[in-house]
């Protein structure tokens, strides 16, 4: 019996958890999920300090020819108090002297022989960083179960952390089921068929995080198919395409049922892509998707990039929308939940023209997918619709004016 996308997607969601953490060099850390709350053992900035080159002054030598006390740059000291009548040069990040009231830019005094000519108009606090004014000590400044990046190393060094915990990347291996099937470096002959659903999903779960292991393809039998599951045990997650249609050779579900898989369910109200099945095999994760290209990679990226990012430990497991609309109006069968997968230019989706499921071409297009409900046949154009991403390259090949006006 065949279940519906939503209820796929939530038996997938109650299934599947992050493994355990472990402790890597922040250096080491990017894409990793944190695992707890970090909180910031310090102010920062640490102390107050100049955010120009310039003076230190009182409020009311404004439009005064004042002195020149000391000169303060970053990494000094703070220097001591400075009365009326005097200012203390300062450097960008040197820490304001104490009753510093505002900071003067450079450019905006008068250096006379005697002193220096303050502007008339100075504004009380103009230009100090306050301590504490970006992150306060004892604040969470990090939180578990999101993503890090190049700007979340900032941050961790900024309060000197040099080791973060973080979840443990999942393992996942990969194989094809296919007699046809030739390895993409094999010598191939006229009726057979290289695998590219291997290097495909190799890549993707690369790209989603993981550790993959690739054993290319097996022959469609119980016995090979059962060999290649046992080499896979120690997974977090086995992801196989092929063999679990109805045709003869069909043994996929067969050969991890024997092995004691738990299946969570086999065959999901989609088109393309319906015999896909999920189940457990003791700790590890088992998706079988279908073997032909597209179907294999619409299934991947509606149901195993969920799956690979819940269990990569992060809190941001559902699809993301994009609002757009139709760029033209678009044909097609009822009476399916239909994957329709298309470029997307920033405002409009266009269908990719020619998408059955056993291609390959299609799938390098596809900046995104939407979903049809099975009442439908016809999306008109400027229609609105909510794009599900999958390769949303933000850089664009033509020049274009991005200032707001
Ligand atoms: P199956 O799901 O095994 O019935 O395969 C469905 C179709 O997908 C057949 O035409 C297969 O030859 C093709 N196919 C199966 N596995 C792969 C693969 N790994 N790479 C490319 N095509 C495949
Ligand atoms: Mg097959």
Same mark, same amino acid.
Request: charged share 25%; aromatic share 8%; net charge neutral.
């Given at each position: 019996?065949?279940?519906?996308?939503?209820?796929?997607?939530?038996?997938?969601?109650?299934?599947?958890?992050?493994?355990?953490?472990?402790?890597?060099?922040?250096?080491?850390?990017?894409?990793?999920?944190?695992?707890?709350?970090?909180?910031?053992?310090?102010?920062?900035?640490?102390?107050?300090?100049?955010?120009?080159?310039?003076?230190?002054?009182?409020? &009311?030598?404004?439009?005064?020819?004042?002195?020149?006390?000391?000169?303060?740059?970053?990494?000094?000291?703070?220097?001591?108090?400075?009365?009326?009548?005097?200012?203390?040069? *300062?450097?960008?990040?040197?820490?304001?002297?104490?009753?510093?009231?505002?900071?003067?830019?450079?450019?905006?005094?008068?250096?006379? $022989?005697?002193?220096?000519?303050?502007?008339?108009?100075?504004?009380?606090?103009?230009?100090?960083?306050?301590?504490?004014?970006?992150?306060?000590?004892?604040?969470?400044?990090?939180?578990?179960?999101?993503?890090?990046?190049?700007?979340?190393?900032?941050?961790?060094?900024?309060?000197?952390?040099?080791?973060?915990?973080?979840?443990?990347?999942?393992?996942?291996?990969?194989?094809?089921?296919?007699?046809?099937?030739?390895?993409?470096?094999? +010598?191939?002959?006229?009726?057979?068929?290289?695998?590219?659903?291997?290097?495909?999903?190799?890549?993707?779960?690369?790209?989603?995080?993981?550790?993959?292991?690739?054993?290319?393809?097996?022959?469609?039998?119980?016995?090979?198919?059962?060999?290649?599951? +046992?080499?896979?045990?120690?997974?977090?997650?086995?992801?196989?395409?092929?063999?679990?249609?109805?045709?003869?050779?069909?043994?996929?579900? $067969?050969?991890?049922?024997?092995?004691?898989?738990?299946?969570?369910?086999?065959?999901?109200?989609?088109?393309?892509?319906?015999?896909? &099945?999920?189940? +457990?095999?003791?700790?590890?994760?088992?998706?079988?998707?279908?073997?032909?290209?597209?179907?294999?990679?619409?299934?991947? $990226?509606?149901?195993?990039?969920?799956? *690979?990012?819940?269990?990569?430990?992060?809190?941001?497991?559902?699809?993301?929308?994009?609002?757009?609309?139709?760029?033209?109006?678009?044909?097609?069968?009822?009476?399916?939940?239909?994957?329709?997968?298309?470029?997307?230019?920033?405002?409009?989706?266009?269908?990719?023209?020619?998408?059955?499921?056993?291609?390959?071409?299609?799938?390098?297009?596809?900046?995104?997918?939407?979903?049809?409900?099975?009442? *439908?046949?016809?999306? $008109?154009?400027?229609?609105?619709?909510?794009?599900?991403?999958? +390769?949303?390259?933000?850089?664009?090949?033509?020049?274009?004016?991005?200032?707001?006006?």
């Amino acid at each position: 019996m065949t279940i519906s996308i939503t209820d796929a997607l939530n038996i997938i969601y109650q299934n599947v958890e992050a493994k355990s953490t472990h402790i890597v060099p922040i250096e080491e850390s990017l894409g990793m999920i944190v695992a707890k709350d970090y909180h910031a053992s310090f102010d920062l900035p640490r102390f107050d300090n100049s955010a120009m080159d310039g003076y230190a002054v009182k409020v &009311n030598d404004a439009g005064k020819v004042v002195k020149i006390k000391e000169i303060t740059f970053a990494g000094d000291k703070a220097e001591e108090a400075f009365r009326e009548g005097e200012v203390v040069k *300062i450097m960008t990040g040197a820490p304001t002297p104490n009753g510093c009231e505002a900071i003067v830019a450079i450019e905006n005094v008068e250096v006379l $022989e005697n002193g220096i000519k303050l502007p008339t108009d100075i504004k009380m606090n103009n230009f100090i960083r306050w301590k504490g004014e970006d992150i306060k000590s004892q604040t969470a400044f990090l939180f578990a179960r999101t993503k890090i990046t190049a700007y979340t190393l900032a941050l961790l060094a900024s309060q000197g952390i040099t080791h973060i915990e973080v979840y443990r990347k999942p393992k996942v291996v990969i194989f094809s089921t296919g007699d046809e099937l030739k390895a993409h470096y094999e +010598k191939i002959e006229q009726h057979q068929l290289y695998n590219s659903n291997a290097p495909m999903f190799y890549a993707r779960a690369k790209e989603l995080g993981c550790d993959v292991s690739y054993i290319a393809s097996t022959s469609d039998t119980l016995e090979s198919l059962k060999s290649a599951v +046992k080499n896979a045990y120690d997974a977090d997650l086995i992801l196989t395409s092929g063999g679990v249609s109805v045709g003869d050779k069909d043994f996929t579900k $067969e050969a991890f049922m024997q092995l004691g898989m738990k299946n969570l369910f086999s065959g999901i109200d989609i088109k393309p892509g319906k015999p896909t &099945n999920f189940g +457990k095999m003791d700790n590890c994760l088992v998706i079988n998707l279908p073997g032909n290209p597209l179907a294999a990679m619409v299934n991947f $990226e509606m149901f195993v990039k969920p799956s *690979i990012i819940k269990l990569s430990g992060s809190k941001s497991f559902y699809h993301p929308l994009i609002e757009t609309k139709m760029k033209d109006d678009y044909k097609f069968r009822a009476g399916k939940n239909s994957v329709i997968l298309g470029k997307w230019n920033g405002s409009t989706f266009s269908p990719i023209p020619n998408q059955k499921p056993g291609m390959v071409a299609p799938l390098n297009l596809a900046d995104g997918m939407i979903v049809t409900s099975k009442e *439908i046949s016809f999306l $008109e154009k400027d229609k609105a619709v909510q794009m599900i991403a999958i +390769k949303i390259d933000l850089q664009s090949d033509k020049e274009e004016d991005f200032f707001i006006k």
